[in-house]
């Protein structure tokens, strides 16, 4: 899993952690439902079966693959709109576009971030470029869903670039865990990701037999998902296993665990670590659209059809009309067929 790795993990910083510090307890853990998204790529549904509360500020996560794409088998999403939260979009292996309506975008790779405010509205499209489409190869990765409070839902569209060199590097005491803190703060450290809600990031890689033990802010909530490998979570040693979710509460430092024994395709264990500071406020969800209430998500559709969201770049044609909206939203990345309302 490249991502972005040090060929000397003992330079890096070492989160340092107390004697008296409270290890947070483990209150749910989920397992993931497979299916495939956009024009049909696999993936995992993080989030599915926790409820909402446990998850604010954070909306949605799907772990994009793991896949091993032959020749002509690379798919993405067609362009569809987003109103009202931001998209994280996080690559471990593999090439992704990004474009937007707004003049955003580009190509990441291994380690690299596309961070989307989507804020009053915007279209995007996100897909594999030409050359992987031809030759295929390995895509595993993830995309976040981070909501927006009632104050920033409709605040102009922005597109951060974040490339893995700018990516916080930190390690456990001990050496054995790589920590990659995408946004936020772990210990004083400062990830490059410019957040509209406090909340923190981490990609964590820990080498069988390590233990990471991280601080956190009391205040924010904590998720843990396994991308790869075996191991547990919290003091506890609840077991967890590739495509599952650990919810915890109380406390300022989580425990992960990595199994001694990994399997020889994935030799260590991997996670991804979330946490930020509830909004607090209610939420009406559909298709690309996450609101404050049912009336608010109905009139982004009303402006989406009315083209209020603006139009695709002229030099785009696919699954585009003559008026230069999009043709379909339908298996857009990421969205429920139902209003989810908490």
Known sequence: MPAITVSDITVLPRVITRSNDSVRK??????????????????RRAFQGVATTDLDPFIHLDQMGEVEYSPGEPKGTP?????????????IDGIFDHYDNHGGGGTISDGDTQWMTAGSGILHIETPPEHLVVSGGLFHGFQLWVNLPKSKKWSPPKYQDLRAKDVKLLTSPDGGVLIRVIAGDVDGQVGPGSTQTPITIVHATLQPGSELRLPWKKE???LIYTLN???????????????????????DLLVVRADKTQESRSPEMDVLILGGLPINEPVAWMGPFVMNTRTEVLQAFEDFQKGK????????????????TPGDIAGVHGTPEGLIEG
């Open 26 to 43: 483990v209150v749910k853990i989920t397992t993931a439902p497979q299916g495939f998204e956009g024009e049909g790529f696999p993936v």
């Open 79 to 91: 362009w569809h709109p987003h109103r009202g939260f931001e998209t994280v979009t996080y690559i």
């Open 220 to 222: 924010y909530n904590s």
């Open 229 to 251: 490998g075996f191991g547990s979570v919290g003091e506890e040693r609840q077991p967890v296993q590739m495509g599952q979710l650990a919810v915890l509460k109380d406390g």
């Open 309 to 324: 969201l603006g139009i695709i770049p002229p030099n785009w044609s696919k699954k585009i009309r003559p008026d230069g």
